[in-house]
């Protein structure tokens, strides 16, 4: 088997949390259990919400941890060219149209919602005409027009995850109407063009992935093999998030060693029988995606903190 190519691609935009070190950590171990090598890309579409400094500091932050990385890849910030020769494959291709729909009207009652509470978008804007996309009288956004198609993922953590775009999600945005590309372009175009072949990541981002094979497939990219880790939860069944202040890599650095939380991690998520302080090298040996915990991981919080 040729060895994998992985990448960790986090958002700058605060520090990182338990929930996020869980997912480095995995994207790490499974392409090193496999010899592979794991690229790095800071994801700052948002410019307002991401800084360079807080790069720096998730760079800090994943060394710390003893998650090195093998090379990092342009951010996305610097790679608007190479979007927008995509977006122009897919227009020479008469897959876009204009879309003109408000915030409001897409997130009205009567859109069918998804499990996750997003919509599925209805088509309201495809069929438009000339005339009526000129009435509008402002930018539009992109929206790219899918197939009645199902794409199955086979998932390394999730097992198989099914979904047909057309019934399941819809035709959906690739360029804002401010001009920016959105995630799901930029992911696919970025993985595609540096040769990544192994997608690990939070749980929450599996719905993406068939609209991602979707873009592949349309770009000439291969589809890499994808493994979404499972979130963890509060006792109280809450998911951890950024707001967790007490939960992020500013706080825990003063309470913890680094080989203690990736113990606690590795233990929590069924990698080890019992808790002990190890580095991600020697957990390396350990691992594999069957030990992994598939549902959500409730941790004991009260455990990590004392
Ligand atoms: N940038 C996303 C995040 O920080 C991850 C995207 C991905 O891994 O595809 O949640």
Known sequence: MTPPVGRFAP?????????????????????KSWGGSLLLRMEDLDTQRTSPELGEVLRQD?????????EETPPQSRRTAAYEQAFGKLQDRGLLYPCYCT?????????????????????????????????FQRKPAWRLLVPDREYR???LGQGEYVQNLSSGCGDFVVRR?????????AVTVDDGDFGVTQVVRGVDL???APRQMYLQDLLGYAHPEYGHVPLLTARDGRRLSKRDKDLDLGRLRLTHRPEALVGWLAWQAGLLPRQEAISPRE????????????????VDLADLLG
């Not at 994943?62 to 093998?70: A, K, M, N, Y």
């Not at 691992?287 to 409730?298: A, D, M, N, R, V």
Request: proline share 4%.
């Open 103 to 135: 915030r409001s009207q897409l997130h009205s009652v009567n859109a069918p919602h998804r499990s996750d509470g997003t919509y599925v978008y209805p088509g309201t804007c495809r069929g438009l005409s000339d005339r009526e996309r000129a009435a």
């Open 62 to 70: 994943l060394l710390w941890l003893g998650l090195p990385w093998d």
């Open 177 to 185: 109407a401010d001009g920016v590309f959105v995630y799901q372009l």
């Open 206 to 208: 599996l719905g993406s």
């Open 153 to 155: 993922v086979a998932d």
């Open 283 to 298: 957990l390396a040996e350990e691992f594999s995606w069957e030990k992994l915990k598939k549902q959500e991981i409730c």
């Open 11 to 31: 958002t700058p935009s605060g520090r990182m949390h338990l929930g996020n070190v869980f997912a480095a950590l995995i994207a790490w171990l499974s392409v």
